[in-house]
């Protein structure tokens, strides 16, 4: 790391395989940041801009964090958990000065992801042909929430409403009873695809030095995701229903009651099923049971036979029998225990970072590890405004005695440049 770089330059100075890319977040509540913030994760510089009011989930809450300072205002829990690894600057888009400001950032960026309606940025004098104008390796993430045009591209995206409306909802929960998952599914797939998306139109971009305007939206991460569920209907013309917590196309596999507490098991292949039925006594070529397919036309009696017996024991008792027999089984934590597990510490799942007015805060870490790479210095998320003076102050020094913008790593191929 350079020792002479400011504390907002080393930001682009951390280890990870974007090292040296510059991110501009111009996204708000979750999709846009949660993909911004991986990209920070994989080792970019990612600069948030904000409305003067900040990021509409900085009020998205309780719970608050309670600030060290007294002077200090209160932390949305919810904002932090998806804006690690940035610096802020506010800026208001309908001004021009904070257009100014932003399109100086533009002419130096290498990604920018954002979450408007469609038409928004367009409006506001920043639609794709000026942003590629400003810069055109310009590698832009566009997320919306029914996509960027068809009868529904203006609808705006929430997450639960995105569930119901791409199905998954019809396909979570009990029979009847259409349920959300626990967590902002839509919004964190549509994050990730996007990553995704980004970084092969990074790839690309070496061999054409253009950049290119990439969409995902809430919709499309749900119907990417239905999985076998989708090919049901599609190839085999079922409509899928919600089967509460037993897997659909494989039986056994789901929740089951013991004594004391209830456990998951999971039979996924025939000499598991064995394995199961002789930890448990039952009979693995009983006609009803001696194939995945006829498991699974009749659960209903399988999962009695099964807790008849399971619910004789505690559960305890039970994952270690079913461990010694090999076969997949565990138990259901609250979250405060998954950030106790061990399991969870030793694969650095949790990052500690010290927050301007927070102090010392754990936070849920990126999932992944590289091999070859020295751990990164997580930053906390950031107040709003933070980095107003420092961001604004390595532009001006950049237009002093840099380029307007770096030139793009080149293979064999040659085309346009920065």
């Known amino acids: 790391m350079d020792t002479n770089a400011t504390d907002t330059e080393k930001a682009g100075l951390q280890p990870g395989p974007l090292r040296g890319l510059l991110v501009l977040d111009l996204s708000h509540a979750l999709a846009g940041p949660q993909a911004a913030m991986m990209l920070g994760d994989l ?27 007294p002077d200090a ?8 958990s998806c804006n690690r690894n940035k610096e802020s600057v ?25 979450n408007f309606r469609p038409g928004v940025l367009t409006r506001l004098g920043l639609g794709s042909e000026r942003l590629h104008e400003l810069n055109p390796s310009l590698v832009v993430l566009s997320i919306s929430g029914f996509g960027h045009d068809g009868p529904h591209g203006d609808r705006p995206g929430y997450d639960q409403i995105a569930q119901g409306e791409a199905g998954l909802m019809s396909l979570t929960g009990e029979p009847g009873d259409p349920t959300r998952t626990g967590v902002p599914i839509a919004d964190l797939l549509a994050g990730i695809f996007g990553v995704c998306a980004v970084l092969a ?40 229903a919600a089967t509460g917590n037993q897997h659909p196309a494989i039986a056994p596999y789901g929740l089951f009651h013991c004594a004391d507490a209830d456990i998951q098991l999971a039979a996924g292949s025939q000499n598991l099923w064995r394995a199961l039925a002789a ?14 397919a006829d498991r699974v036309r009749n659960r209903h009696l399988l999962e009695a036979d099964l807790e008849k017996r399971l619910t004789q024991d505690p559960a305890d008792t039970w994952l270690e029998r079913l ?12 979250l405060d225990e998954v950030y106790r597990w061990e399991q969870t510490h030793q694969q650095g799942l949790l990052v ?18 590289f091999d070859h790479q020295a751990p990164t210095q ?41």
Request: hydrophobic share 35%; no cysteine.
């Open 43 to 69: 080792g970019a510089r990612v600069i948030k801009v904000e409305a003067p009011r900040g990021d509409e989930t900085r009020g998205w809450g309780p719970p608050f964090a309670r600030p060290a300072r």
């Open 73 to 80: 205002a209160e932390e949305s829990t919810y904002f932090l």
């Open 90 to 114: 506010t800026a208001d888009l309908k001004s021009d000065q904070g257009r100014e400001l932003v399109e100086r950032l533009i002419r130096r960026a290498d990604v920018l992801v954002e």
């Open 201 to 240: 139109a990074l790839i690309e971009r070496q061999a054409t030095r253009r950049g290119q305007t990439v969409r995902t939206s809430l919709l499309s991460a749900l119907v990417g995701i239905h999985s076998f569920q989708g090919t049901r209907w599609t190839v085999a013309g079922q409509v899928p």
């Open 279 to 292: 930890v448990t006594g039952l009979d693995p070529d009983e006609p009803h049971y001696a194939t995945n």
């Open 323 to 334: 461990a010694a027999a090999g076969v997949p089984a565990g138990r259901i934590r609250t």
């Open 352 to 369: 500690e970072v010290d927050h301007a007015t927070l102090g010392r805060i754990t936070l849920p870490g990126p999932p992944w590890h």
């Open 378 to 418: 997580h930053t906390a998320p950031p107040t709003l405004g933070q980095h107003d003076q420092p961001v604004r102050a390595w532009l001006d020094r950049l237009d002093r005695h840099a380029p307007t913008a770096v030139p793009v790593p080149t293979t064999q191929a040659q085309g346009a440049t920065r």
